[in-house]
C-alpha cells in the first residue's frame, strides 16, 4: 500500500533552524512536494524533488533519497508566519499526489 | 478570474439535500482534481479528471459524483448529503507534467 510518515506536530523559536522528516512508501514515482497550510487556508507549493539530493530555495531547503523512501524540509531563520503545517506529498506512477497528514509547526518567540 | 476558484467559500447544508461545488480554473491545466481535509487526516483525492471528457475515482469516491464537460469547470455534487461529508473541500488543477498543483481557497461544508 501507499503510506506517508511524518511527525504530527513539530516546536521551533523563532530565528532558530528545523528539519521536517517524512518517509513514504508508493507505488512507482514521480516526483516529491512540500507544501505549505496555514490554518483556514490552501495548501500552497514550496518545493519539489525528483532527483536526490538538496534543493535550496531561500530559507527553506528540500532533500531527497529515493532509495531510503525518505525526504526533509529545512526551514532556516524561522520566522513567526512560518507557523504552519507542512505537507509531504510524493507523487506516484499515475502521476497522482499521496498526501501525508502534515505536520503542525508552532514557532515561539 | 485569476488561477481557480471555487464557489460557495462555505455552506450549510440540511441532510439529504443535494449540492454541487462548483470549481474553475482559467490556467488551461489539463488535469483537475477534488480532495477533502479533515482534521487530523490528509488530503484525501475524491475523483480526479485528467482531461477535458474524463474523470476517474480517487480513495474516497462514495456518495460523491463529478462531471468534466470542458477544461475549466470541475463541479462535485454530493446526490444527498450526509454529516459524514462535513469537510473542507480543495479544487487543484495542474499540467499532467507539471511539478506544481494549485489549489483553490476551499469550500467549508457543515451536513446537520
Known amino acids: 500500500g501507499q503510506n506517508i510518515d511524518q511527525p504530527t506536530e513539530m516546536t521551533a523559536t523563532e530565528g532558530a533552524i528545523v528539519q521536517i522528516n517524512c518517509t513514504y512508501q508508493?507505488?512507482?514515482?514521480?516526483?516529491l512536494f512540500w507544501y505549505q497550510q496555514h490554518a483556514g487556508e490552501a495548501p500552497t507549493f514550496l518545493s519539489y524533488n525528483v532527483l536526490d539530493g538538496l534543493e535550496e530555495k531561500g530559507r527553506f531547503s528540500s532533500f531527497l533519497s529515493r532509495s531510503k523512501g525518505y525526504s526533509y524540509l529545512l526551514l532556516k531563520e524561522l520566522q513567526m508566519k512560518d507557523s504552519a503545517s507542512y505537507l509531504c506529498?510524493?507523487?506516484?506512477?499515475?502521476?497522482?499526489?499521496?498526501w501525508g497528514a502534515g505536520t503542525k509547526l508552532i514557532i515561539k518567540p | 478570474i485569476a488561477g481557480i476558484t471555487q464557489a460557495p467559500t462555505s455552506q450549510i447544508l440540511a441532510a439529504g439535500r443535494r449540492m454541487t461545488l462548483r470549481c474553475t480554473q482559467d490556467?488551461?491545466?489539463?488535469?483537475m482534481y477534488w480532495y477533502r481535509q479533515d482534521l487530523g487526516l490528509g488530503l484525501r483525492l475524491i475523483h480526479y479528471?485528467?482531461?477535458?471528457?474524463?474523470?476517474g475515482k480517487g480513495e474516497v469516491p462514495d456518495g460523491y459524483s463529478v462531471s468534466r464537460a470542458n477544461t475549466d469547470d470541475f463541479p462535485l455534487t454530493l446526490a444527498s448529503a450526509v454529516p459524514s461529508q462535513t469537510s473542507v473541500y480543495f479544487c487543484a488543477s495542474s499540467n499532467r507534467d507539471s511539478t506544481e498543483a494549485f489549489f483553490g481557497q476551499g469550500t467549508r461544508l457543515t451536513v446537520v
Open positions: 479528471s485528467n482531461t477535458a471528457g474524463t474523470t
Open positions: 508508493t507505488s512507482g514515482f514521480n516526483g
Open positions: 506529498a510524493p507523487m506516484d506512477s499515475n502521476y497522482q499526489l499521496i
Open positions: 490556467m488551461r491545466h489539463n488535469a
